[in-house]
């Protein structure tokens, strides 16, 4: 069963609390596996031209209502402040919106550790500040229909003035859904109450639908600071757009210095993710990989940390568990629904080959689209970057990184706990390096047409 079949099967409508009819699709349906996509980047010259093409976009923007729906493709639509303002938002709708959103990812550099070759000034053009307003996704089963969806996108873009679209980057991944290293992504996802799907095993509470979807309670029973007018902010969420161009042959040739042996390669390399490459994760298969527990979505989330305090099984300092702690003991408390993410990153270059060498990473461009949703989207990327990813505090490992994700300036260590001492790996690099981000809105679709129809110039509202 594909994972929108089971989705679909898990759906209960009589348990739908959200108004799923205005959210987009994007923000609670998964992508299929296997998927190809593409990302656009669109630039607002004029507001009234980019109006128009947000009016004509949102009759192609699915609603998460659809969960049932046999759709081929679906598109999700963000938009940057900088493009708001190029829209033509009033000024007490722009001054509604948090701050951090409205300075930009690449203002924000210092509370995101974005230092060295990850600083903004290194960044891909689209990414530079003030350049890409309108984010585009596109969604598909296959080529063939993406191709299809994609004619007609191409179409609407013809229509319009006063846009330019300033960069596209294809993606996909096959039905193991593998990252740039080879390992199954974006397994774990929060389940969202009121969503109506019925959770999986493993996969803990539901979390307050307001940590997502603007207008909602949230985790402390109210509802978040939201964006005004109300139809302007209601039933939308945010997204943190971060790009990556993933160093797949320094990391082979990393665990190649550890070990001559592929198997002591894959030990180590499953201890530095949390989860062997078939998506398994190490409490239920310490010893070996188990590739049809990794590709069972009923199994390969259930499980905790309850037993493994030590970290002996799964290293406190593995990706995997510096991402969701779940039940571990933390040096420094934090409340881990609060910084709980929907992730819908992508995939693109060629598949993961243990022969990659470092040589070949200036030659194959390869990496990954971070991308996550959450109506505490700015303050937990900071979060994640300040004290998750840059640092080991809050797992008493000092100043030791996230080994997959974070910024190494200096060559780093990565600690995995063994008796009668632990042994700790030296030498981790920067293995994804950024190459540009930026912060995003996802209106609802009542937004979409609200800011297309530029409704508040007669004071009108939906």
């Not at 979390?207 to 603007?214: R, Y």
């Amino acid at each position: 069963m594909g994972i929108l079949q089971e989705l679909s099967a898990r759906f209960r409508p009589d348990k739908v609390k959200l108004q799923l009819n205005d959210i987009q699709a994007l923000i609670l349906r998964s992508r299929p596996e296997p998927y190809v996509g593409i990302h656009s980047m669109i630039h607002v010259d004029e507001a009234a031209g980019g109006r128009d093409l947000l009016r004509r976009l949102a009759d192609h923007i699915p609603a998460a209502s659809g969960w049932t729906d046999e759709l081929d493709s679906w598109t999700g639509v963000a938009i940057s402040y900088d493009g708001l303002k190029a829209l033509g938002l009033p000024e007490t709708s722009l001054e509604s919106f948090p701050l951090a959103f409205q300075q930009g990812m690449a203002a924000r550099a210092e509370q995101l550790r974005d230092f060295g070759e990850n600083a903004p000034e290194t960044w891909e053009d689209p990414y530079r500040p003030g350049t890409c307003h309108i984010a585009l996704t596109i969604y598909a089963r296959d080529d063939d229909a993406l191709d299809d969806v994609l004619a007609k996108a191409e179409a609407e873009l013809e229509k319009s003035t006063g846009i330019t679209l300033i960069g596209t980057h294809r993606f996909g991944a096959d039905e193991d859904a593998k990252n740039p290293f080879g390992f199954r992504d974006s397994i774990s996802q929060p389940l969202v109450d009121g969503s109506g799907v019925d959770p999986l095993p493993g996969q803990e509470r539901a979390i307050a639908p307001g940590e997502f979807i603007l207008g909602e309670n949230s985790e402390t029973g109210s509802p978040l600071a939201m964006p005004q007018p109300a139809p302007l902010g209601r039933n939308g969420s945010y997204t943190v757009l971060r790009k990556y161009q993933s160093r797949v042959g320094a990391f082979n040739d990393f665990l190649r210095e550890q070990s001559a042996d592929e198997g002591e390669q894959d030990y180590i390399a499953a201890k530095m993710f949390g989860r062997w490459q078939s998506g398994a994760p190490l409490p239920l298969a310490p010893d070996r990989d188990d590739p049809e527990l990794g590709a069972d979505s009923r199994r390969n989330n259930d499980f905790s940390y309850e037993d493994d305090h030590r970290g002996l099984v799964c290293p406190h300092a593995a990706h995997m568990r510096r991402l969701n702690p779940r039940d571990s003991q933390l040096t420094i408390l934090s409340d881990v629904n609060i910084h709980r993410i929907i992730r819908r990153s992508s995939t693109y270059g060629p598949k993961w080959s243990r022969d990659v060498t470092s040589e070949s990473d200036a030659q194959e461009d390869r990496g990954l689209f971070f991308i996550f949703i959450s109506a505490r989207a700015f303050d937990t990327i900071e979060f994640l970057q300040q004290e998750w990813i840059n640092r080991g505090n809050f797992v008493d490992l000092g100043e030791e990184r996230d080994p997959i994700v974070g910024l190494h300036q200096t060559p780093g260590t990565f600690t995995i706990p063994e008796t009668p001492v632990r042994r700790k790996i030296d030498g981790v690099t920067t293995f994804n390096r950024l190459r540009g981000g930026e912060y995003m809105f996802m209106p609802s679709l009542t937004a979409l047409r609200w800011i297309g129809d530029g409704a508040w110039d007669e004071g009108a509202s939906p």
